[in-house]
């Protein structure tokens, strides 16, 4: 399976299964045979819905076909190849930052590291909130995860209105919202 959704960023809802033999998809979508109110004998020949997960979902695929025919195989390319280097300066900045650690490789476009305070305190705890905090801003939208018992804030660059400003941007936030944190701020008095 494959979700054009993520890393195109086209609408939720278009993802595609694809197959060699044609087959393997009508036993896969059996549920053309059963589901009677919405299969009709007299479309079945076109019916593209028996042959989806998705039974009356047919063409979720033109959102792909038309975005496809408009950027290009060079396109999509170029935005992809944008995200990783976007990715890149964003671990690079999370390097350059005595209180920002990488919780591990970087894999693809996603970019997990946590903010490590100046004093001892629970860093599960700190993270917890950090993320917390910058999506009660909304002016960034970041995951929060695990990597063993450590929660760690998970960015994944995947929207082509992002830039290294915005990631700067970002970074500061993280910093900013982490000092708070450490400072004993409250949520409420901070922002």
């Known amino acids: ?5 993520k890393m195109m960023g086209l609408p939720l809802i278009c993802s595609a ?3 060699k033999q044609p087959e393997v998809l009508a036993k896969v979508c059996a549920h053309g045979n059963v589901a009677h ?3 009709h004998e007299s479309s079945k020949e076109h019916d593209l819905g028996r042959y989806s997960l998705q039974c009356g979902r047919r063409n979720d695929a033109l959102k792909l076909w038309l975005a496809w025919r408009e950027c290009g195989d060079a396109g ?3 935005l992809v190849e944008d995200y990783v280097s976007l990715a ?4 690079a900045r999370v390097d350059d930052h005595t209180n920002l650690e990488m919780m591990s490789s970087r894999v693809w476009t996603n970019v997990c590291f946590r903010y490590v305070p ?3 305190v629970d860093l599960n705890e700190i993270n917890s909130e950090l993320r917390l905090r910058i999506m009660q801003n909304a002016d960034f939208m970041v995951s929060r995860s695990n990597i063993g018992e450590d929660v760690v804030i998970r960015s994944v660059i995947s929207n082509p209105g992002i830039t290294t400003s915005t990631l ?5 936030e993280v910093l900013r919202i ?3 944190i450490e400072q004993g701020l409250p949520r409420e008095t901070a922002y």
């Open 37 to 39: 109110y919405l299969f």
């Open 88 to 91: 890149d300066h964003l671990q």
């Open 1 to 5: 399976c494959w979700d054009a959704h």
């Open 168 to 172: 700067d941007a970002f970074i500061d």
């Open 17 to 19: 299964f694809l197959v």
């Open 76 to 78: 999509w390319a170029s």
């Open 118 to 120: 100046r004093k001892d």
């Open 178 to 180: 982490g000092n708070d």
